[in-house]
């Protein structure tokens, strides 16, 4: 809602009540309260505040949103206002919305933000099973057994677990591409360090099947209400 307010008759109307017309109606005859108090044809509502029809509460549904966003190096997956670089001010986006999981703040690629609570929770739950795609370049060339290991699964000392097995695929000397289905905490740069390779560069290039196509770095595209609904489908 903008900070202004809006007026009542819109307000009604946006809430799936009635018409604007009919909400002018309904305000001269006496049957709309804001914050307890009857309401004129001028009104504005605020944030906050409350509106009855007939003694029951009318709430705006909240708008749906869903953002693919091609993050840049250097900036934080954290609504944390704290944090400079936090991905929320970057990207100013009129409506409140969070980041869904982590990408860490030296990688670059695709990270999915919405303002829906249940929807952040389902995709976190999914993360066991739904695919992450990553283009990956290290700092030697990459030999057969290092496929191996990273596809069988490697041994993370740091945090005593064996990642899952994985798809990998070299793409040219120093560079692999590599599918996840575990989210555990800067997995690929702990399982090329356990075979002696370091991380020169990590992008994320798809989440399920979203992909960067068409997202230039720094932007980002919103989810249609059909996709948002398709989303849904595929997590609840």
């Known amino acids: 809602m903008d900070e202004k307010g809006i007026r009542i008759n819109k307000y009604l109307s946006e809430a799936g009540v009635c018409s604007r017309r009919e909400g002018d109606k309904l305000v001269e005859a006496k049957r709309v309260t804001v914050d307890g108090e009857y309401v004129t044809t001028g009104t504005r509502v605020l944030p906050g505040q409350h509106v009855f029809v007939d003694g029951k509460e009318v709430c705006l549904e909240e708008e749906e949103v869903v953002l693919l966003f091609h993050k840049p190096r250097g900036i934080v997956c954290t609504a944390e206002k704290r944090e400079k670089d936090n991905v929320i001010d970057f990207l100013h986006y009129p409506v409140r919305i969070y980041p869904v999981g982590r990408l860490d703040k030296d990688s670059h690629g695709l ?24 283009v990956v370049r290290v700092n030697k060339p990459i030999t057969g057994q290092f496929m191996m290991h990273m596809q069988q699964g490697v041994y993370l000392s740091e945090l005593d677990k064996k990642t899952a097995p994985c798809k990998v695929k070299k793409l040219d000397d120093k560079t692999f591409s590599i599918v996840l289905t575990q989210g555990l905490n800067r ?29 230039a770095e720094g932007s980002y595209r919103e989810l249609t209400k059909a996709e948002i609904a398709q ?3 595929q997590l609840l």
């Open 111 to 134: 990270l999915i933000l919405t303002n829906q609570g249940d929807l952040t929770n389902e995709i976190l739950k999914a993360s066991n099973y739904h695919e992450k795609e990553y």
């Open 187 to 215: 997995q690929i740069r702990r399982m090329c360090r356990e075979l002696d390779y370091h991380v020169r560069d990590l992008k994320r290039v798809r989440i399920m099947d979203y992909t960067l196509d068409g997202i």
């Open 231 to 233: 989303l849904k489908k």
